[in-house]
T-cell receptor, first 106, second 114 residues
Framework: GIQVEQSPPDLILQEGANSTLRCNFSDSVNNLQWFHQNPWGQLINLFYIPSGTKQNGRLSATTVATERYSLLYISSSQTTDSGVYFCAVSGNDMRFGAGTRLTVKP | GAGVSQTPSNKVTEKGKYVELRCDPISGHTALYWYRQSLGQGPEFLIYFQGTGAADDSGLPNDRFFAVRPEGSVSTLKIQRTERGDSAVYLC????????????FGPGTRLTVT
């Protein structure tokens, strides 16, 4: 099956800093999603982005399907951005990466 | 509109017992998915329904796990002879489109097997 690798595994930022999270995948995919899992465990949709670039407020994402990676950008981070960010890809089934745990300190 | 709902939110059961976990997808979503998430890991795919039929059940770990979606809406994940290793958060998601379209997740059911 498809392998999904996310980096970095852990990231600690000061409030206001910018960050880039990366997702590499091992094969062609039909779909790719970014999620934020909040401290209560709820998975919140950030982007559905099988290719191209999207922006939503302080967050943006880019997927380069031909090179098998996606990037999630967080600008001007806030403490409420803390949590785990997952990349999930689907080819024949849906695979999640292990996530990036982000901690934003005030 | 209402999101994906799951019941119960928490379930504690003894080893060897049978449990049922329920998922109500977003109204009109034809596809429904079950995942399992252990502590510190990403969700692990279990099974995917398109309508009433299981389109892909390759993620079910063994024959103690079974899921149904008889009317193409609500789904029940059934676990027989529970083991302590089954303890995890069980997540349900639904999507509007067939195939593996954009998925929306419920809050999960935390299962603890003692």
């Amino acid at each position: 099956g498809i392998q999904v690798e996310q980096s970095p595994p852990d990231l600690i930022l000061q409030e206001g800093a910018n960050s880039t999270l990366r997702c590499n995948f091992s094969d062609s995919v039909n779909n790719l999603q970014w999620f934020h899992q909040n401290p209560w465990g709820q998975l919140i949709n950030l982007f559905y982005i099988p290719s191209g670039t999207k922006q939503n407020g302080r967050l943006s994402a880019t997927t380069v399907a031909t090179e098998r990676y996606s990037l999630l950008y967080i600008s001007s981070s806030q403490t409420t951005d803390s949590g785990v960010y997952f990349c999930a890809v689907s080819g024949n089934d849906m695979r999640f990466g292990a996530g990036t745990r982000l901690t934003v300190k005030p | 509109g209402a999101g994906v709902s799951q019941t119960p939110s928490n379930k504690v059961t003894e080893k060897g017992k049978y449990v049922e976990l329920r998922c109500d997808p977003i109204s009109g979503h034809t596809a429904l998915y079950w995942y399992r998430q252990s502590l510190g890991q990403g969700p692990e795919f279990l099974i995917y329904f398109q309508g009433t039929g299981a389109a892909d059940d390759s993620g079910l770990p063994n024959d103690r796990f079974f899921a149904v979606r008889p009317e193409g809406s609500v789904s029940t994940l059934k676990i027989q002879r529970t083991e302590r290793g089954d303890s995890a958060v069980y997540l349900c998601a639904s999507s509007l489109a067939g195939g593996l379209g954009e998925q929306y997740f419920g809050p999960g059911t935390r299962l603890t097997v003692t």
